[in-house]
């Protein structure tokens, strides 16, 4: 089946760090990419779509200068916490589709964030 | 507010008890609803993607129904293993957004042997 690649799976920084996140997709080719943030007990909440070549769409209450997102590549994906924080501490998750809408999501493993 | 609903919450069984759980989500203008599996440190595995009323899907011990006019679909899984043990979740997909999911809060699944 399809793979998903997100690395890292864990990291742990001082307030003020930028932490890039990065997000593959090994054997097919990605032309949409999602990124959720999950916070304990509750749902997946989505962050931002990217589409190759595009710039991301936030949604709403998503500070896009906060969370920096490029697209460059039809397997590539990245998510920057620029100067993050303790607050931005949480679970970050990517997935990627096709060409076809309405498929399955893919996903990576996730990146737990921890700022200190 | 688009909102998907799951419940219960968390559910603990015995080996080879059958279990149930359910999935609330927007009625209207429906396109599909997906259902995924969530073992702890694993990715999410995709196990259905439905899109017709009345539709019954089966992978397996799970299986999974969906209305689309009352807005509700049921997970079920037969005779549940240890290996069953996971979070699981529905996402509704919304109409026309470039393959965009609202996801509810999952069920998380104990199977004890």
Redesign the interface.
Known sequence: GAV?S?HPSRVICKSGTSVKIECRSLDFQAT?M?W?RQFP??????MA?S?EGSKA?YEQGVEKDKFLINHASLTLSTLTVTSAHPEDSSFY?C?A?GTV??????????TRLSIL | ILNVEQSPQSLHVQEGDSTNFTCSFPSSNFYALHWYRWETAKSPEALFVMTLNGDEKKKGRISATLNTKEGYSYLYIKGSQPEDSATYLCAWLIYNQGGKLIFGQGTELSVKP
């Open positions: 998903v997100q949409t999602f959720y007990k509750q749902s997946l909440m989505l779509t589409n769409t998750i997935s589709i809408l309405n498929q399955p999501q893919h996903f990576g493993d996730g």
